[in-house]
């Protein structure tokens, strides 16, 4: 683990324990903050740890990875309830200055048995970094964002493909069957715009925005890539509050 992963994990870890010194990391200066559930700077990240009931944090994180100045975290949260979320966080001078997250409410497992974390969690390949984020990068342009499905099947290995979203079963097979089932329902799905792609090794992180039945939505997708093909998917989904109700103006990317 490098130096920033390792801080990365040490200060969301610090949510369950209380640890000052981990904070110490962030710049007290410059933090910019996208949760729009918390206001910005150092002071507004101290008052949602403040707002938290005594004891009642736990912070698990299955997944870390650096990217240039960045480090991508998955984690287990429970904190106002069990959800899993992504963090982003950006280094400048060997400080934090800014973070980013996706939250969602922990659900399954999923219909073939997988849970939103369980799964690889160590990053190979890492002379692949920059093919496999050019990769992905294309899955989700021409499939999530352009419906461009008659390329869908070129970048799976088959029906090899592994589903950690907790609604939708292995394989494409299994993805074509929740498609088809969310069509009926009435229920839609847009990617609009690609935000961020990070990446170390065979993981990928796409950080995305659309509408999820009708709602403005965050999409944060993670990817492993196998042989130049996609093998596994974890996600959070997370609706994107009004204007009105954002403690900071900074927006959600």
């Known amino acids: 683990m490098t130096t920033q992963e390792q801080q990365v994990v ?20 410059k933090y910019i903050q996208h949760n729009l559930s918390a206001a910005d700077g150092l002071k507004g990240f101290g008052e949602l740890l403040a707002a938290l009931p005594k004891d009642s944090a736990k912070v698990n994180t299955v997944r ?9 975290a998955h984690t287990e949260y429970n904190f106002f309830g069990p959800k899993i979320g992504f963090d ?3 280094f400048e001078n060997g400080k934090i200055v800014e973070h980013w997250d996706n939250l969602q409410e922990t659900a399954g497992p999923n219909p073939s048995g997988h849970t939103m974390t369980d799964g690889p969690t160590q990053p190979g390949d890492l002379d692949k ?15 999530l964002v352009n ?30 069957k929740a498609l088809d089932a969310m069509a009926k329902a009435g229920v839609t799905m847009k990617y609009d715009t690609i935000h961020q792609v990070l990446g170390k090794g065979n993981f990928v992180l796409v ?4 509408a999820f039945g009708g709602k403005l939505t965050a999409f944060y997708d993670l990817f492993r890539v196998a042989n130049g093909k996609i093998a596994e998917h974890w996600d959070t989904i997370e609706a994107i509050p009004s204007k009105a109700e954002w403690k900071n103006q900074n927006g959600k990317f």
């Open 64 to 72: 870390v990875f650096e990217d240039s100045d960045y480090v991508v």
């Open 10 to 29: 040490d200060l969301l870890k610090a949510i369950e324990t209380g640890a000052a010194e981990p904070i110490a990391i962030i710049n007290h200066d």
């Open 88 to 90: 982003i966080l950006r």
């Open 147 to 176: 419906g461009r499905m008659e390329k869908l099947a070129g970048y799976f290995d088959g029906d090899n493909y592994t589903q950690h979203n907790p609604q939708i079963a292995d394989g494409l097979a299994g993805l074509g």
């Open 129 to 143: 970094t920059e093919a496999n984020k050019m990769l992905v990068r294309s899955f989700v342009d021409d499939i």
């Open 207 to 210: 950080a995305s925005e659309g």
